[in-house]
């Protein structure tokens, strides 16, 4: 029997999968294994029964995903069913593999008549990595992996470019885009003839719709915090960590949030919760709350992995894989970790605070919801306060949308 193992949902996508296409699939959906079997069967491969090899030599391979992905070699993993490989002498084809991250997507800019992955995806905007992926596109067979492909109409333009679509932005703006004529910066007023791009994102869309044997209990747990401190700053304006006047709505947001975030209350709750968990990951926003993180933590932990407690960090300042003991803990930044790897070995995740970002809300709790996990009920316990910054957070990222600090302080 093949070790290519893929259920419906997966099989069902590959059918409907094409050159150009966006597979769409939530956090921990399989949407990597399901591309590279696309892949294979692309270039002539078979595993309905029994394996049978691609004609040789397929077309290069080349993946780009998120360094920490190309890091950890979770695409590895991925590969190696189809006995496939980034080293060559380990890879039964005599074609390329190569996995690297979208910080080095330039390189490949070059490559022709090749096949592509892109994984995570990175192409909003107009910027480098959106003018290497276009110019990739033109010349190769690719795809793309996503579990959040576009909140908005501008954010399918690249995608709507490479498939021939529109010749360029300005093509697209031109036709669809009626710009509001009182705001300071180009604002999108409203969408032109919304029924062709309705047809046109349907056209490359594949979702991947799998069926979670998961549950997941989200709760929120409310703490307090200095109320009169909270209050002062808000009728004075003035930074009392730094001890000099609050110059903008982005400071005083970050002065509120260090209020609320810091109190003791908080960090005897998040305490608490740890002690009864076995293995906890536990996401934070800002350094100060990882220094508070690791006076809370670091007591507990000892020397060595073989010791009773261990904790590990992963942000800008440590790399650190998640540990093997009994009992531990993992300090993510959410920035730094939100996607692009997965632990199957806890049921508990503790958002010490909450992120701005919807979509990184959503990619941090998907962390431990994967296809693989042994738990079937998953708890996800959100640290917060009754305080207005932290209210209206909340009631952004309910509606699904990101929280804007201009929009909720009058300056």
Sequence with gaps: MSAIILDDHQIDAIKRMKNGCILYGGVGSGKSRTSLAYYFLHEGGSFDEEYVPMSDP??????????????????????????????????LYSNQVVVDSWNKIKKYEEITDSFFIFDEQRVVGSGTWVKAFLKIARHNEWILLSATPGDTWQDYIPVFIANGFYKNRTEFSREHIVYSRFSKYPKVERYLNVGRLIRQRNSILVNMDCQRQTISHHEDIYVSYDIEKYKDVSRTRWNPYKDEPIMNAGELCYVWRKIVNSSEARQMTLLEIAEKQSRVIIFYNFDYELELLRKIFLGRADCGPGGDFEMAEWNGHLHQPIPESKRWVYLVQYNAGAEGWNCIKTDTIIFYSQNYSYKIMQQAAGRIDRLNTPYKDLYYYHLKSRSGIDLAISRALKNKKDFNESRFVKW
């Design 58 to 91: 397929p077309k290069d391979l080349y993946i780009i995903t998120t360094a920490r992905k190309r890091d950890t070699l979770e695409w590895e993993g991925e590969l190696s069913p189809f006995l496939l490989s980034t080293n060559p002498a380990v890879n």
